[in-house]
């Protein structure tokens, strides 16, 4: 009885000692954005392409994803808001992923949009991402009704979500 008791007390021991503690990482139910900051200002990304038009879809999807999936508000005066999110789009590609046999043309193309990212607290000044490469990409094809404005659209929408990953608190 008493071996059993001592077993008891060891495997309790060292169930109690082998569990998620302080020093150890494991599982949190800490938030996942910094809970320092209440409102973002978003600025209107630079385009550094020679194509235009793709700043404004960016910027608008940063916002409403920012809005819609942070517990963040977006403020559209920069002197109220607690931080500002800036950045400037590098690259905007197409490249061809599959050729048609016979005919040689693109059966699948693939548009890339690159952009760099600052999100920075006006109240301390502190660069919380400074100079982050993002990227995104989305696939398209004529011969589905798809264009290269669709898919590079679809790219800035999906960069969008890439930022706002970028804005969660490492883990």
Not at 15 to 25: D, E, H, P, R
Not at 134 to 158: G, I, K
Request: net charge negative; aromatic share 10%.
């Amino acid at each position: 009885m008493k071996k059993l008791a001592l077993i008891l007390a060891i495997a309790v021991m060292g169930a109690t000692l082998s569990g998620c503690g302080k020093s150890q990482q494991g599982y949190s139910n800490q938030f996942l954005y910094p809970d320092n900051v209440e409102s973002v200002y978003v600025e209107m990304f630079q385009n550094d392409t020679f194509r235009r038009g793709l700043e404004y879809e960016l910027t608008d999807a940063l916002a409403k994803r920012i809005e819609a999936e942070t517990p963040y508000k977006i403020i559209s005066d920069r002197d109220l808001a607690d931080t500002v999110i800036s950045g400037k789009i590098i690259d905007w590609d197409n490249d061809v992923l599959a050729y048609e046999r016979q005919t040689g043309r693109p059966m699948e193309e693939q548009a890339e949009v690159v952009a760099v990212v600052n999100w920075k607290n006006l109240k301390t000044g502190q660069l919380m991402i400074s100079e982050k490469r993002v990227s995104d990409s989305m696939t398209f094809s004529e011969w589905l009704n798809q264009s290269f404005n669709y898919a590079s659209v679809v790219a800035a929408n999906r960069l969008a979500e890439r930022i706002v990953e970028q804005m969660q608190t490492k883990w």
